[in-house]
């Protein structure tokens, strides 16, 4: 069965410091895993997407790690601000489905990113 | 990137009653897709729906509970039957990106039934 699973579930940290979010998955075939950030009352939004040949991406001060022989993911925030404050996806996407150019996603349970002041 | 517009954002409704949820694309796209988030839990992917024919619903989701139209490329309702409170969820429509490479999602639609 496809699975993702995300630790810790939740974290508290102070603003300014760094924090990393582990996603570990069993979904094969594997197309490509992506870290979603989702606010409170909002859709998830992207912030990176990461092959199987990707070691690591980074988009701004979010640095995503992929491990794809272990099938092990991280995400790591640098310099931590309040906005930063939300849950955090882990999603891997299977190879094509059905005939179609989607591969069906599995979504882990996200980790809840709480920064104080 | 494509930009969804979801309505209503939020919506309190009796036991019993009926409420659609629209989806507005701004540009065609093929598939879309309508989740369900349970508090506390992740997305779970409901029904896809492709324009021109019936929607595919997942293990555990059936069309008399949660119908879904999909009149052209850029649109899409998903209607929440005889609601329970344990239909108490969000509601995220999606839509891929080209080459299976991006998933975006509406802004979800928050549903508390009492």
């Known amino acids: 069965k496809n699975q993702v699973e995300q630790s810790p579930q939740s974290l508290i940290i102070l603003e300014g410091k760094n924090c990393t979010l582990q996603c570990n998955y069993t979904v094969s075939p594997f197309s490509n895993l992506r870290w979603y950030k989702q606010d409170t009352g909002r859709g998830p939004v992207s912030l990176t997407i990461?092959?199987?040949?990707?070691n690591t991406k980074s988009n701004g001060r979010y640095t995503a790690t992929l491990d794809a022989d272990t099938k092990q993911s991280s995400l790591h925030i640098t310099a931590s601000q309040l906005s930063d404050s939300a849950s955090y996806i882990c999603?891997?996407?299977?190879?094509?489905?059905?005939?179609?150019?989607?591969?069906?996603?599995?979504f882990g349970q996200g980790t809840i990113l709480t920064v104080h002041p | 990137s494509a930009v969804i517009s979801q309505k209503p954002s939020r919506d309190i409704c009796q036991r019993g009653t009926s409420l659609t949820i629209q989806c507005q694309v701004d540009?065609?796209?093929?598939?879309m897709f309508w989740y369900r988030q349970q508090p506390g839990q992740s997305l779970t992917l409901i029904a896809t729906?492709?324009?021109?024919?019936?929607?595919?619903?997942e293990s555990g989701f059936v069309i008399d509970k949660f119908p879904i139209s999909r009149p052209n490329l850029t649109f899409s309702t998903l209607t929440v039957s005889n609601m329970s409170p344990e239909d108490s969820s969000i509601y995220l429509c999606?839509?891929?990106?080209?080459?299976?490479?991006?998933?975006?999602f509406g802004q979800g639609t928050r549903l508390t039934v009492v």
């Open positions: 729906a492709n324009q021109g024919s019936e929607a595919t619903y």
């Open positions: 540009s065609q796209v093929t598939m």
């Open positions: 990461m092959t199987f040949s990707e």
């Open positions: 999606s839509v891929a990106g080209r080459r299976n490479t991006e998933a975006f």
């Open positions: 999603v891997v996407s299977g190879h094509y489905a059905g005939g179609t150019s989607y591969g069906k996603l599995t």
